[in-house]
């Protein structure tokens, strides 16, 4: 049975740091194991392998180095944690656009719609809210898909975002974030026979969401290169391989592609995106769209291009082909991460497959209504002429203005660096440099049992408080070394950062000569 | 493998009637289900199993009943569909407390603390929220557990509710509703071994979300009955019969309770949660007590005894054991279900087990922050001298005292009609009465192939507009039928229900003599 570990993700790091840190926490704990019903042999054997490396151990650490700061109990030499590692916006400094923070108290509290002489538009949107709310209550549960109203209009957002190509709101559903719609397509395609189990092709690097899903799920990774020497963009021949190495040892079902990329940062071409296409129609694979930075496009030339119009413009001959596009709350320039909020457009389900996702979505009843609220307002912000417009716009072009300018600086800083190479940043909320590692660090590394980059990253974290993720948390071909930083802190503090960074690089290549 | 058939849950009637459905909106479907990546016969076959009754087949037709009554279309002789299935309060008129919204308000939008004058109660419970948040705001991440401000408040809210018995927030963690929590505890206990799956002990009847995990995870269910005779009890000669049946054909390891009883309305008594502890610790069991009605207590001489404390109570023999408690925000007098929030108590996990548990919930991020606020204020509300007190307690109070009434009414009407009975709805939302269904009946429904209880069900929704869940949806004793309705229409509308039921069900005995 296919395993994660030929992904180069440090299965063990995580599990034994957090063991380690539970085991210090639980001192008092003196009951043996033997008597308890669960036990680390006898758990379920996909969560042990199941690895999350933007909350792992690094993460953890910075946590505790926090901690001790806050306390003043400390003995670092640096003030303050700068966390680069999670794509959380608010986290580090941006603020929530009013918008919709307005629409979504008003959707819970419809007292303050007066009282606060709430605009016009607020009132629309809660009321096409509200008006989807049994009782007229966001504390009603709601359709298991999402309220009829929001499908409609994310149905609309999708048509007009892909020049009018028809939407229908019936092959939306809303969901928890977009990880969440996530799982429960992969959900649909897992065969739950371990001698053939549903092959999924995912890009390397990638968001670990899809390892730890295809862990937790028990499916067959079939890992993809995405090619560095080229922008990170997809190579149909590396496609190719990955399914002849692979084809007869799982049923190979679907592609994930992740658009704009992460942790690379690439904004896929069309002719990239049409190649990807006719590769899976080939292949017979269903694809998963995970397209949640679409908003997030920043170097001059790129456009978002979504998988639906780029198949949309391809003829009958792939009109029918299976997809299934997310998008999410968390990212954009609302960066509402906390409200759990998303959705997914799934095209070309067979009828019957369509009516058992349809009654796997029941039996959690409904996403959250807040983040249906949050999801509302991303597919249907204010409109040239309503009252909150011109804030809005104000707020929106000075988020995607700072993140263009910290996307290029970023690009610039460590491409500047002697010992490190980065490609643009074209889209999204990182960096993924690769960096040169001294065989001495290298070799460190592996007498603690840590991948190099793992151990390049903790080292930078104990030194200079920078809390960054290391490349073998995403995939990356062997022997090479990377860490994806997010550009999300404000410009001064990213500017300190990396300069701080170039400082630690060049100390640190030198201390393992 | 084991499936559910054992267990009477109507195994094609959704699939069939929702495939109904969707091929009749996708008539224009011409496409060949050969051509498509994924089919009836290669999807998860998990996924195909899994049943929902409480959003299933009757409620979708409902809805269709519903939009014709909207539309003008019908031809029923009813103007109304009453929709007594799902515990939804505000869905059928309950108001929503103002100081939960007033917090939730205030977390996502805390302009309006000062600008509609909100008081110190409502600041007070936004502070310890948005301090617990980076960036100060609730569009952040926050740790994957959940706040730590709330997770202590949930500890002190256990503790008090107990008497005083430690409660730890290490062990709680927030989650996305009490279901969340429900699946990530038993995605702990799986063992992935097809050929030794993981048994998980269910009450008969029992809330589907447990037969449609076991079937979703691949799970071995091991169903014990509630004794009927006996106010829905748990019985432990028949725990044990379950327990012998089945302990050699799968690796048992948990037990669920739910108690209040959803569908039965029972609240145990002290001593049959002991009774089942010490069954438990016999038979090397992790307990997994949803007491998600705990609030819901109506029956004289009734309280509400947590298995932790009684857990706590019955000595060192016992001290170590596994148990999960589950509580949420959609239930009680507040009857938040849109927010989609809620704990986990777990005590006594292995810290290796619990290190893993941290793991996975990593990987979903965080529970959504608006839900985590509304849990913070189920647990934390106004205290007797804050402000908001004595309107909050005099809502409570008519809720709860509303609730009351209506069981004692539902109870009484239901025993008044020749050939049903009820158990005394104690606690929670429901009454299950068991129905005498007329052999003819009982024969034509075969025809239909349809369980009779669900015939018995969707007549009377086709002839009254009443929507309540048939009894083989939540499981009952063989030969056995019943349906479970809710108690929260308004009271006047429950009466009017219940007449209207009971003529209903003379003239069904009387056509099917």
């Known amino acids: 049975m296919q395993r994660l570990s030929r992904l180069r993700i440090p299965l063990k790091t995580h599990s034994e740091t957090v063991r380690g840190?539970?085991?210090?926490?639980?001192?008092?704990?003196?009951?043996?194991?033997?008597?308890?019903?669960?036990?680390?042999?006898n758990m379920n054997p996909n969560v042990k392998v199941m690895e999350y490396a933007v909350r792992g151990p690094l993460v953890i650490r910075a946590g505790q180095i926090e901690e001790e700061l806050q306390k003043g109990t400390s003995k670092k030499l640096f003030n303050q944690v700068i966390r680069a590692n999670i794509g959380d916006c608010h986290a580090v400094g941006q603020t929530p656009l009013p918008f919709l923070r307005q629409v979504v108290a008003g959707a819970a509290y419809p007292d303050m719609l007066d009282k606060m002489n709430m605009p016009l538009d607020v009132?629309?949107?809660?009321?096409?809210?509200?008006?989807?709310?049994?009782?007229?209550?966001?504390?009603?549960?709601?359709?298991?898909v999402g309220i009829d109203n929001i499908r409609k209009d994310v149905a609309s957002y999708i048509s007009k975002r892909d020049g009018g190509i028809a939407s229908n709101h019936t092959d939306i559903f809303l969901c928890g974030g977009a990880s969440d719609g996530i799982k429960s397509i992969l959900k649909l395609l897992m065969t739950e026979e371990p001698g053939r189990q549903a092959g999924v092709m995912i890009p390397i690097p990638q968001y670990p969401l899809y390892t730890a899903t295809i862990a937790e799920y028990n499916a067959f990774p079939v890992p993809y290169y995405l090619d560095e020497a080229n922008k990170w963009a997809l190579d149909v021949p590396d496609l190719e391989r990955a399914v002849k190495e692979n084809a007869s040892k799982c049923d190979l079902r679907a592609i994930v592609v992740i658009n704009p990329g992460n942790p690379t940062g690439q904004v896929l071409s069309k002719q990239n995106?049409?190649?990807?296409?006719?590769?899976?129609?080939k292949n017979h694979l269903f694809i998963l769209a995970d397209e949640v930075y679409q908003h997030n496009i920043y170097a001059k030339?790129?456009?978002?291009?979504?998988?639906?119009?780029?198949l949309n413009s391809m003829g009958p001959e792939y009109a029918g082909m299976e997809l299934a596009s997310f998008m999410s709350t968390s990212k954009g320039y609302m960066g509402e991460c906390g409200f759990r909020g998303g959705y997914c457009e799934a095209v070309n389900l067979d009828p019957d497959v369509r009516a058992m996702l349809l009654k796997f979505l029941s039996a959690k009843l409904c996403p959250n209504v807040p983040g249906q609220c949050a999801i509302e307002v991303v597919v249907n912000p204010p409109k040239q002429g309503e009252p909150s417009y011109d804030l809005f716009m104000q707020d929106k072009n000075k988020v995607l203005g700072d993140l263009a300018t910290k996307a290029k600086m970023t690009t610039q800083i460590l491409n500047s660096i002697d010992g490190i190479t980065c490609n643009e940043v074209m889209g999204a909320m990182y960096a993924f440099?690769?960096?040169?590692?001294?065989?001495?660090?290298?070799?460190?590394?592996?007498t603690k049992g840590m991948q190099p980059d793992a151990f390049f990253c903790f080292e930078l974290l104990e030194e200079t408080g920078i809390c960054v993720v290391p490349g073998s948390g995403f995939g990356q071909r062997e022997g090479t070394f990377h860490f994806r930083t997010t550009i999300l802190?404000?410009?001064?503090?990213?500017?300190?950062?990396?300069?701080?960074?170039?400082?630690?690089y060049a100390a640190f290549v030198h201390k393992y000569k």
């Open 21 to 41: 840190f539970v085991k210090s926490a639980a001192m008092g704990d003196k009951k043996g194991s033997g008597s308890r019903v669960l036990n680390i042999d």
């Open 123 to 144: 009132r629309d949107r809660v009321n096409r809210i509200l008006d989807g709310c049994r009782g007229h209550s966001i504390g009603s549960y709601t359709d298991s």
């Open 273 to 281: 995106i049409e190649d990807v296409i006719k590769f899976a129609k």
């Open 301 to 310: 030339g790129s456009e978002f291009h979504s998988f639906k119009k780029v």
């Open 433 to 446: 440099p690769k960096i040169t590692i001294p065989q001495k660090a290298i070799d460190q590394a592996k």
């Open 489 to 504: 802190p404000p410009v001064d503090q990213i500017k300190m950062m990396l300069d701080k960074l170039k400082e630690f």
